[in-house]
Structures are given as C-alpha cells and as structure tokens.
C-alpha cells in the first residue's frame, strides 16, 4: 500500500558555496532513499532550502562588504544551481526568507508560548568588544567546564556532547577574530526543554532497532542534562519576535537555529500552495501513517532527535504542561534521524580557510554527477568517519564504474546492436543462464530492504555484486566467438541485456543520469527517471527567488521488467569518462596552491 514519506533534508547555511563534505552529509543520502521510495511506489515529499538568518551571514557579508540579504541571495542561486546539478530531486528546495517561512516560524512560535513552553528570561550574552554586536553561541570557542576539551563551542561540546552557554566555557574565545566576549545581561526567550524530558525518552526509546545505533545512543545520552535552550539573539538579522512589545525591537530576532528547522515545515506548506492544494501538506505532517526522515550530519542530531521533536510535540499540546495543538493542527514528530558521519579530505578536515576543499561546482566542472555520487554511496561516511582521497576517487571511476558497470553495459548493448540491432530472441536457455537470470531478479528484494533503513553502502554493493556476476558470466560464455551459432549468441546476449536492465534499475537511486542513458540505449521512450530544475518564482509579485523543483513520475519502478524481444537498441554512448592517473597530482596540486 502506498504510503505518504516525508524526506526532511538539512538546509544548507547560506554564508558560501557548499563542498563535497556536506552533501555526502545531507544531499546525496537524502536523495537516494527518496529516489528508491517513489520508485516503490510511496508518495514523497523531499524539502529543504538555504537556511539564511543568524550571524554568521552577517559576519560574511561584512567581510564582503555587502548587505545580508545581498549575501544569502547570492549563495541561495550558487547552493541551488549545484544541488540540480548533483541531480538531487527536491519537490521544493526554497529558502528561510520567504514571507510564508516568517509566517510559519511565528505562528510555531506563538503555539509553543501559548501552551507555556517558551518563557522569558534575563541571561548573560557574549558580546564582540570590537563590533558591540552578539556572538552566536557556535562563534565562540573554548574549554568544555564537563569533560575539559579544549575546542568546544559555546552551544555544544562535540566531544561529550553535553549542551553549553557560552558563558560556561573556560577561556572562551572569539571564532571569528580570536578576542574575550564581554558577557552583558539581556532578556531573550527560552525553549523549556526539561518539559519534555518524559515525553522524549519514551519517543527515543520507540526508535531502539530502527533507528543508526550512533545516532540513538547520542540522543538518549543526552536527555539526562536537558536544559532550557533560548530561541531568540539579539541581531538584526533574522525573524521577528511576534509579540506586542518585541515585534518592533529592532535588535531582537528568534535564534537562526530555532527558525531553520520549522523550514521542513514552511517549505511543506510553500510546495503545496504552488501545487494547487493549499492543505496538501497535511498528508506528509498529520497523518497518522505517513513517515518522516530527516538527513544531516551528526552535529546536528541534537537539533533532530530531541529540540525538534520538543517544538513539534510542545506545539501539539504534548509535554508536561499539556496544552492544545496551534491553529495548523498537531504535527508528526520524526519517524527517523538519519545522519551521516564526516568526511575528510586527504586525512584532514575540510576548511574552506585553509583551502582543505572541494566546492560541489569546482567538483561538477570536472568530473560525472553520478561518479561523485557512487563514491559517496560506496565510500561515504555512512556509519563512521571516512576520508576522501582522489585516489581511491579515481580508482573506483576507473574500475568499478568504467570497467565493471560501463563495460558490462557497452559490450552488451554494442554487440547485439551490430548483430542483431534490437534485443535478441533468447532460446533454450542453460543452467548458467537461467542462474544469473534468479541471481539478477532475486537481488531487488535486498536491495530494496537496504535502501528503505538507508543502508545505502549495502545497497550499492549488493547491486555491484551482480554486475561483476554478469562480466563473468559474458566473459565465460564468450558470445563473441559464436558467430556461426548466432541462436546460442542470441540468448546469451539477450541474459546480459536483462540483467543490464535490471542493474540499471537498481542503480538508478544511485546513477540518476546515467541510468537514464541506459534506458535509451535499450529502446526505453519517454522519462524513466526525472531529474530536478531550478524555476523562479515568488510571493505575490515579489523578487523573483530561485527554486529546485521537478516532476519525478517517470517510468523508473522498484521491480523486474521483462525486455522485449525486438525492440531497438540505440548505439551505445560511453557511461562514464575513465580518468586518467595524473588527476590525482593535479588535484593535489590544487589543495596546495
């Protein structure tokens, strides 16, 4: 029965263009599985944008010498032009400046006060002695007072995990420039996450076997010390507070972090007004049935496993104090948090300072889409940390999709287009034959079980595993020689061609692009499976913004299909361009300009 799947992807932060490190994070996982669910037949809804308030943005475009708005809208159009051409298959991909995000963001907030979940309370603020501006809590740097690491941020310490305010820090430093905040008192408004603490636990421990192990034992490791978060900074650069007597406070605006993960919400409701169907949102947020996973990273599991999941609960009436779901109704919490671990890059951490780095454009410019997207899938940080390197990069081009899956797919096509120029009728069919035909046909089952718990590397080499199969099996009955025994060349092409239709098939959450290619070249017509486009739009007359949308009902469906004898095999194209070694020093060569 088909289901209604929710696919939440992290926003991107808007303050530069975005490297290989992230979308292995976010972008790549996220699309894979929502690729693999419409293909089984489920009812996606892939969102996300440019997150695009907070100060960071306003640190950079400082820096620049432009506007904030000048800076976001710049790097929104960079980040969206990339992700098409990574071909990641959003439905909407828009951004948090948006008038209905502003909406969304108020009236979430406004739910959450009403039930008594958001109060009022005088803190102490880091202040830059230099600009007299606010530093967000991730600007600031120093020793952890818990487990005295010395590198944790003034909201987070990545080494025990324990949330922090900046003032707890020991020697707290300035990111940004490296001097002292100066700590002043300010009123700002506070999530009260304590109020959640029962209703937490008994949703994280309903996830025990679902969800990554990392991921969970993270979440629930960090219930023990919830604390109320505050959800509001004093900047001039974010979304209003919507209460009499803060609205019109020019320096106080909610926290950019509060604001960015009601973006799968806002965008949920911005897709379905530009569909047609203003309520179509609610099938994917309040249906009882439907699922919801969220892609990221793992620094930012907290803000998936636990504070959205509090906001939605608390804006539904769900905690200590009760209360009554907002005007937009009660809200589905995530069914699960999938998140990634980091990658490195040539065993260092990616840095755009320290030019440890590959831009998603500089990479595209270069190399095939869907040869970055195998290695992610592949060699990813799936479940652990993982280095990028350009070697293994070009050594999995070059023999896993040129020599193993490109050669399988040209020696096949090419040699039944020049004998025969369209699939072969098969005939008697042997032991070996009919093997690798069950082999081909009984490995979409696992396959697809791996893709729909996001276990994308098991998946992919699962689905390899056949096409190694199938090389063999082309290499041992050598159809090349059976010139004079064209009825035996005949069924023998015609087995590999199945199986290189059910590879393609299988691949293709992975090799968007390049399965398309394939379906040509076997005669398919029409769309098998749609790729994204960027599209202006705007609000009621507005500046034109850019989004990623698309129509993805091709004919790509999670199953064996049968091919037809006769139909006409187009000449096969190269899949993928084989690389030659020396791009491995001219890469390198890069990283040390």
Known sequence: MSQHILTAVAWPYANGPRHIGHVSGFGVPSDVFSRYQRMAGNKVLMVSGTDEHGTPIQVQADTEGVSARELADRYNRVIAEDLTGLGLSYDLFTRT?????????????????????????????????????????????????????????????????????????????????????????????????????????????SKQGEWRPNVLKFALNLLGDLQPRAISRDLDWGVPIPLDGWRDQPNKRLYVWFDAVIGYLSASIEWARRSGDPDAWRAWWQNPDARGYYFMGKDNIVFHAEIWPAMLLGYSGQGDR????????????????????????????????????????????????????????????????????????????????????????????????????????????????????????????????????SRFKNAITEAFDVVREANKYLAEQEPWKLKDDPARQKSILHVALQVVDDAKTMLTPFLPSSSNKVFAMLGGEGVWSGMPEMRDVDEDGGTPYPVITGDYDGAARWEHRPIKPGTPLAPPVPLFKKLDPKVVDEELARLEK
């Open 97 to 205: 400046t948006t008038n209905n995000h502003y909406a969304v963001t108020q009236e979430i907030f406004k739910g959450l006060y009403d039930n008594g979940y958001i109060f009022p309370k005088t803190t102490m603020g880091a202040i830059s002695p230099s600009t007299g501006r606010t530093l967000p809590d991730r600007y600031i740097e120093g020793t952890c007072p818990i487990c005295g690491y010395d590198g944790a941020r003034g909201d987070q310490c990545d080494n025990c995990g324990n949330q922090l305010d900046p003032i707890q820090l020991i020697n707290p430093k300035s990111r940004i420039n490296g001097e002292t905040p100066v700590f002043a008192e300010t009123e700002h408004f506070m999530l009260d996450l304590p109020a959640f603490a029962e209703v937490l636990g008994s949703y994280l421990q």
């Open 322 to 453: 009760g209360g009554s779901a907002g005007s937009l109704g009660a809200l589905n919490v995530p069914s699960e948090v999938v998140s990634s671990e980091f990658l490195t890059m040539e065993g260092k951490k990616f840095s755009s300072s320290r030019q440890v780095v590959i831009y998603v454009r500089d990479f595209l410019a270069r190399y095939d889409a869907d040869a970055l997207r195998y290695y992610i899938a592949v060699a990813g940080p799936e479940n652990q940390d993982t280095d990028f390197t350009w070697q293994e990069f070009v050594n999995r081009n070059n023999g896993e999709l040129v020599a193993a899956w490109g050669n399988l797919v040209n020696r096949s096509i090419s040699m039944a287009a020049k004998n025969f120029g369209t699939i072969p009728e098969p005939g008697d069919l042997t032991d070996a034959d009919r093997a690798l035909l069950e082999r081909s046909r009984g490995t979409f089952a696992p396959v697809g079980a791996e893709l729909a718990r």
